[in-house]
């Protein structure tokens, strides 16, 4: 689409969506420290933005409610950027060129809050950058440049419905796992994933069951008697995460679990008119949260 500051300049934008653990089991943890997962993943509209335009130089802005505070923790290290380094690299070893990119993120999302916006972002950049070079990479390479960025990263590029397991690179998709209706919350408080884990008793947990991907009912009875083995570690880390689930609950939500190692947690609403309900509900008796009502991205059928 063409930029509106009149000067007639490509902008390719691609959307980074939330990812959200339905379920996340950790069941073993490898030599090196590594820990072993088996993850129920989906996507939603909410999200963040990446802009992508030709400029003289390389160029990187952040706007959006949480950019103060990822300018504020160093845009150096961010993810985007990374993989803008990586592409470039792949590309110039195989003798492509990449122009000078100027690249915007509008940061939607709460920091390190376990809905991958870090690496959404990442694979966003991945598939923006694809798209603005025009260069003709294959998936599986482009998978192989997200691992490189982190174990989020891989599933992020797909963003759709899909099982995770071993560190997040064995990538199963669920082509027709429905869309769901939901509300994410976050406290704006942060957990440490590397404490959470630590406190975990049990690190060799059941496996997930055969996932129901196609009924509605059928898939609500599933993921209840699924889990996140961090939840319990979480919520003795911050409280606020059991609050949380309450007040989702009690707002309505017939699932309520927390998404990868916290702080968000969500809830899934029968329809998105009751999910907004619930949501401006939460708005008014917490205005200091992050609340968003969204829909996940159903599965991809061809």
């Known amino acids: 689409m063409a930029s509106a500051d009149g000067h007639g300049a490509v902008e390719t934008i691609e959307a980074a969506p939330a990812k959200i653990n339905l379920a996340l089991h950790v069941t073993g943890q490898r030599e090196d420290g590594y820990h072993l997962l088996e993850t129920l993943v989906t996507f939603t509209l909410a999200g963040d933005v990446l802009r992508f335009r030709e400029a003289e130089e390389d160029g990187f802005s952040i706007s959006g409610r949480f950019a103060p ?48 916006g870090g690496s959404a972002d990442a694979a966003a950049a991945l598939r923006g950058l694809r798209r603005h070079w025009k260069l003709e990479i294959g998936d599986l390479t482009l998978q192989e440049m997200a691992l490189a960025l982190g174990a989020d990263v891989p599933m992020c590029l797909t963003s759709r419905p899909l099982i995770a397991r071993g560190i997040g690179e064995k990538i199963e998709q669920l082509s027709r796992f429905p869309n769901l209706s939901m509300v994410l919350a976050n406290p704006l408080k942060g957990v440490s994933t590397p404490h959470i884990f630590r406190l975990l008793t ?53 699932l309520a679990r927390m998404s990868g190692s916290g702080a968000t947690c969500f809830g899934i609403f029968p329809t998105i008119q009751k999910a907004k309900a619930a949501a401006a509900a939460l708005r008014q008796t917490q205005p200091g949260w992050y609340v968003q009502e969204t829909m996940t991205i159903a599965g991809r059928t061809s």
Do not use: Y
Request: charge should be negative; glycine fraction near 6%.
């Open 202 to 254: 049990e690190k060799n947990n059941p496996s997930l069951p055969p996932i129901v991907n196609d009924n509605e009912a059928g898939g609500l009875q599933m993921l209840r008697r699924l889990r996140n083995d961090l939840q319990p570690s979480a919520i003795s880390l911050l409280p606020e995460i059991d609050t949380i689930l309450s007040l989702l609950s009690s707002e309505g939500a017939e």
């Open 69 to 116: 505070e990822l300018m504020a923790s160093g845009c150096s290290e961010n993810l985007v950027l990374k993989a803008r380094d990586l592409f470039r690299n792949f590309a110039a070893k195989n003798g492509s060129a990449t122009r000078p990119v100027a690249i915007h993120l509008e940061k939607n999302l709460p920091i390190a809050s376990g809905i991958g």
